[in-house]
């Protein structure tokens, strides 16, 4: 510090002690959906007592909190409280903020304790995107690359069978993106998906090592069908229709013609 350089003065952020019934939780307003080893935690809170806050919002007009940010040690407050223990108070760092502010707040604060899982973050891009976030602004507030966020909201799009194994972690994240870019298609997705994992098992059981994530050294390249082979398997599958319309019927002709005749002659189909 230089010579007369102003001195900063202590500043103080008071926190307050609340009833636990006072708490409470906005049903599935919490992204995250592994709240892990809780019992545990619970013990380390008995041992130790609660070393960080929860964040909370006064709720007007009422002496009741709504939880923002410490979900998990709420819940593990809750299970000392079920066991007998005695717990008069949560200690509250109060929250000022709207809805947008609290998302952000859970994707920060997430990745202390307890990292939020990639469905999880997903989840909270997702939201924040629908209340007309930018993933440009949205980069800057949480201090990720643009196509980190773009990535996140390719997994928040993918079916809940797939998300169920990315927070499972039987896959990445990243691998899953990878699989968006191959096919749009679900179905396909979702058998490339349980494919990779049956590798990365088998790949594992063969070396004698304990099973990893499936990652894209896993996955088996999806072949780009060409648009002709997509015009042969529409066609195959109107074929098969018993009632087929005059457009069918072309499509069909036309997929018949392809084989032998001349442009010529099939231009002539199309009147």
Aim: net charge positive; hydrophobic share 40%.
């Amino acid at each position: 510090m230089k010579k007369g350089d102003a001195v900063l003065v202590t500043k103080r952020k008071d926190t307050m002690l609340v009833d636990p019934n006072n708490i409470v939780v906005r049903g599935g307003f919490n992204v995250r959906m592994d709240m892990g080893d809780l019992e545990a935690l619970a013990d380390s809170i008995a041992s130790m007592g609660q070393e960080i806050p929860v964040k909370a919002k006064k709720l007007r007009g009422e002496d009741k909190w709504e939880l923002v940010d410490g979900h998990r040690r709420f819940a593990a407050i809750q299970i000392l409280l079920k066991r007998g223990t005695e717990f008069p108070y949560v200690e509250v760092a109060p929250y000022v903020g709207n809805e947008e502010d609290q998302i952000f707040t859970m994707i920060v604060t997430g990745t202390g304790q307890k990292p939020l899982n990639e469905v999880e973050q997903a989840e909270a891009i997702k939201r924040l995107v629908a209340m007309h976030y930018k993933p440009e602004e949205i980069c800057q507030k949480i201090g990720k690359s643009v196509p980190h966020i773009y990535n996140l909201l390719n997994l928040a799009n993918v079916s809940k069978e797939i998300k169920n194994f990315v927070a499972q972690g039987l896959i990445t994240g990243g691998t899953v993106v990878q699989i968006v870019k191959q096919t749009k298609d679900s179905g396909e997705q979702l058998k490339i998906v349980k494919d990779a994992i049956e590798t990365a098992k088998t790949v594992a059981v063969a070396e004698g090592k304990p099973v990893k994530k499936a990652t894209s050294k896993h996955v088996v390249a999806l072949k780009t069908k060409t648009p002709i082979q997509k015009f042969k398997e529409v066609v195959e599958e109107l074929d098969k229709r018993d009632k087929k319309s005059k457009e069918a019927e072309l499509l069909i002709e036309i997929y018949v013609a392809l084989k032998g005749d001349s442009v010529k002659n099939i231009l002539k189909l199309i009147k």
